[in-house]
Nanobody, 123 residues
């Protein structure tokens, strides 16, 4: 049973930084998977944040977030991190990590979802 557990969310002031982690378990390897991060703000649709190929390390980002958000992985620990900087109140959302075989920006083709972690950016 694959499980994804996000951590690192919390309250941060605008302009600050936060690092989210997603720990994956339940497989000996996740090399065939792509981990995507999505976020959902109150009253809004789920939005693509970025993705990383577990094996290749290739990353893609939502255009609006590129340069502020960075995704990396630690294969030995089966963990993917989302480093967020220059945070804005608009970044307030629940952040979800997912595993699947798709690079799609839409939340489709997801095999597994984490439960999410709340990030609140105060002005």
């Amino acid at each position: 049973q694959v499980q994804l557990v996000e951590s690192g969310g919390g309250l941060v002031q605008a302009g600050g930084s936060l690092r989210l982690s997603c720990a994956a378990s339940g497989r000996t390897t996740f090399s065939r998977y792509i981990m995507r991060w999505f976020r959902q703000a109150p009253g809004k649709e789920r939005e693509f944040v970025g993705a990383i190929g577990w094996s290749s390390g290739t990353t893609v980002y939502a255009d609006s977030l590129r340069g502020r958000f960075t995704i990396s992985r630690d294969g030995a620990k089966n963990t993917v991190s989302l480093q967020m900087s220059s945070l804005k109140p608009d970044d307030t959302a629940v952040y979800y990590c997912t595993l699947g075989r798709s690079w799609a920006y839409r939340p489709e083709g997801v095999d597994y979802w984490g439960k999410g972690t709340l990030v609140t950016v105060s002005s």
